[in-house]
């Protein structure tokens, strides 16, 4: 059982420095994804703290995506969220970095001319040979994104290497380097189908994303619209004074 000390001096809410105590077991390990969670009412007898203050830290941690309630298992640690630094990497490259594993399952995967709107982003004459790719990415067993993404077929990794690696380290094995990107991040509703990929219910919060990616010379070799789970995903930025 973890050991919580509280300054009931300070003028930092007791409900915050609870929630701060378990989100660093939760982030340091020492709580786990899966492990069961003190229900609300036997951690206020333990910490001598109301109900409603115990309550109150708990959602702290339900809403940051480190606990979840379950009907008829109880509230349990989930899989640490993922932050991403709005810095040019891939999802698969930050995830290794971060010591999770990523896992890709192929939903689709075709070779088509290109429309009028892919020839557009992609800077190409309209029926000019394009992949089309659809993954779900996921870590820890828990799916965090769907990935849609257009390249120029000359340059596309087949179904298979997407399987066993990132999108941009595939494109690296073949000499493409990504110097540069053009994105916008966004919000929606999650769809029937997006829901159910992802495990959350229809109309949760996702994160959006999309990306256009150039190389070295300036030509794009990638057009990308992703959705993120907004419960498991976060990205992060530096904002400096000019």
């Keep these: 059982m973890l050991s919580v000390e509280l300054d009931r001096s300070s003028p930092v809410p007791l409900y915050y420095q609870v929630a701060q105590v378990f989100e660093k077991a939760i982030l340091d390990g020492q709580l786990k994804p899966g492990d069961r969670f003190e229900n609300e009412l036997a951690l206020a007898s333990r910490l001598n703290l109301s109900r409603p203050t115990t309550r109150r830290a708990i959602q702290e941690l339900v809403d940051k995506g480190m606990l979840v309630r379950k009907r008829g298992v109880g509230t349990q640690v989930v899989q640490t969220p993922v932050h991403r630094p709005v810095e040019l990497t891939s999802l698969y490259d930050d995830l290794t970095r971060a010591g999770q594993e ?51 077929a000359a340059i596309a990794p087949d179904r298979e290497e997407l399987e ?21 991040i966004g919000a929606k509703a999650a769809d029937r189908e997006e829901a159910r990929l992802l495990d959350e219910k229809p109309k949760a919060p996702l994160l959006v994303m999309e990306r256009t990616a150039f190389d070295d010379s300036g030509r794009i070799v ?21």
């Design 102 to 152: 990523p896992a890709t399952k192929v939903l689709d995967y075709s070779v088509r001319p290109a429309d009028d709107d892919i020839a557009e982003r992609l800077n190409l004459e309209v029926g000019s040979e394009v992949v089309m790719m659809r993954r779900l990415r996921s870590s820890g067993g828990q799916p965090l994104a769907l990935m849609t993404n257009h390249l120029p």
């Design 164 to 184: 066993r690696a990132g999108l941009y380290q595939s494109l690296r094995s073949r000499g493409v380097h990504i110097r540069l990107a053009r994105q916008r």
């Design 222 to 242: 990638e057009f990308g619209s992703h959705a993120y789970r907004a419960s498991r995903y976060y990205f992060e930025t530096t904002l400096v004074d000019r």
